[in-house]
C-alpha cells in the first residue's frame, strides 16, 4: 500500500514539476515583459495619450522603476549609452559586472550574480524600496500592494481554513517568478544587450551601433547543400535548440516578449519616424534592404549565450575601470 501511494506520488511529482518549473519561467519573463516591453515602450510615448496610465500600471506589476523615473533614467540610457551617466549600465557595475577583469572571472562572476542570496537580495530589495513608501508616495505604495497581494488575500479568504493552497499557488507562480526569476532574467538580458563600459568617437547611427547590436534567438539554419540524413541530422538539431533552448530558456525566462531583434534599430531611431516597433520583426530587415546605413553599420549575434561571450570578450579588452 504504502509503494503504491509513493509510486503514485512520484509519479504526479514527474509530471507537475516540469509545468512547475515552465510556470515560473513564463512568469518571470511576463514580469520581465513589464519592464522591458511595456514600461520601455509607453515611456517612448508608443501607446500615445495612455502611455503614462500603462507605465504606471506595467511598474507596479513588474514591481519595478514608477513611470516617471524609468522615462528619466531611459532618456539618459539613450543620450548617454555606456558611458558613465547611463543606469542601466551603473545598475550592472553596482553587481560588480565591470570591465577589466581577467576572462576566466567573468563565467564565475556571472555566476555568483544570478545565484547568490545576497546578489538576490539585493535586487528585490532595491525594487521592492522604490514601490513602497507610504510616507512618500501613499497612492503608489497603496496600488502596489493591492496589485501584488490582493488576488492572494481575495483567494485565501475564499479558501477559508484551506488557505494555504492558494499561497502555496501564488508562491510559485508569482511571488518566485517576480524575485528570483525577474533577477535572472534581468543579469541575463542586460548582459548581451549592449557592449557595455564602451566609448566611442563616432557619433550617430556608428556610434550607436558600435555599443549595440541585434539579438536572435535562434541558430542560422543548416547548409543549403547538406542532403539525406547529414541534412535531417542536422535540422532536428536545429528545431531542438530552437524550442527548448532559444524559445523555452532565452526567449521565454530571459527576455519574455521584447524588442532584442532589433535594439540597434530601436537606439538608431528611437522615436520611431522610419522605424516601426509594431512591425519590429520585419522593419530591422526592411531597414536593412533599403538604407545603405544600416547595411554598413548593423550587425547581429545569434543565442544568447553568444550575445554574453561576445560582451565577456570585449569587457576583459577593456582597462579597468576606476569609480564606476
Ligand atoms: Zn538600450
Ligand atoms: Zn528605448
Redesign the pocket.
Known amino acids: 500500500m504504502l509503494n503504491a501511494s509513493t509510486d503514485s506520488s512520484l509519479t504526479v511529482w514527474a509530471w507537475t514539476a516540469p509545468l512547475i518549473l515552465l510556470t515560473v519561467m513564463v512568469s518571470a519573463g511576463a514580469f520581465r515583459a513589464m519592464h522591458t516591453f511595456v514600461l520601455h515602450h509607453a515611456s517612448h510615448g508608443d501607446f500615445g495619450r495612455h502611455s503614462p496610465l500603462i507605465g504606471v500600471l506595467a511598474g507596479a506589476i513588474g514591481m519595478t522603476q514608477s513611470y516617471d523615473d524609468y522615462r528619466r533614467d531611459h532618456l539618459v ?2 543620450s548617454a ?1 555606456t558611458s558613465r551617466l547611463d543606469p ?1 549600465q551603473a545598475a550592472l557595475a553596482a553587481l560588480g559586472l565591470r570591465p577589466g577583469l581577467p576572462r576566466c572571472a567573468y563565467p564565475r562572476l556571472l555566476c555568483r550574480t544570478l545565484l547568490a542570496p545576497a546578489c538576490v537580495l539585493r535586487t528585490v530589495s532595491g525594487r521592492v524600496g522604490i514601490n513602497v513608501s507610504l510616507r512618500r508616495q501613499p497612492l503608489r505604495t497603496t496600488a502596489f500592494l493591492v496589485a501584488q497581494f490582493g488576488p492572494v488575500a481575495a483567494m485565501c479568504w475564499w479558501y477559508g481554513t484551506e488557505y494555504w493552497k492558494p499561497l502555496v499557488a501564488w508562491s510559485v507562480a508569482w511571488l518566485l517568478p517576480l524575485t528570483l526569476g525577474w533577477h535572472v532574467s534581468m543579469v541575463l538580458y542586460a548582459l548581451g ?2 557592449s557595455w563600459f564602451r566609448d566611442s568617437s563616432r557619433s550617430g547611427w556608428e556610434g550607436f551601433a558600435e555599443k ?1 547590436g541585434a539579438r536572435f534567438f535562434a541558430d542560422p539554419c543548416p547548409a543549403r547543400s547538406l542532403r539525406g540524413p547529414r541534412a535531417l541530422r542536422a535540422w532536428c538539431f536545429w528545431w531542438f535548440r530552437l524550442l527548448f533552448w532559444h524559445l523555452l530558456v532565452a526567449r521565454v525566462l530571459v527576455v519574455g516578449f521584447t524588442d532584442n531583434g532589433c ?1 540597434d534599430a ?2 538608431a531611431d528611437p522615436k520611431g519616424r522610419t522605424f516601426n516597433w509594431c512591425d519590429a520583426a520585419y522593419a530591422r530587415s526592411e531597414m536593412m534592404a533599403n538604407s545603405p546605413r544600416a547595411q554598413e553599420n548593423f550587425w547581429h549575434t545569434w543565442s544568447l549565450s553568444e550575445a554574453i561571450t561576445r560582451n565577456f570578450d570585449q569587457l576583459a579588452d577593456l582597462p579597468r575601470a576606476t569609480g564606476t
Open positions: 540610457h539613450h549609452l542601466d544587450l549592449h549595440t535594439h530601436h537606439h
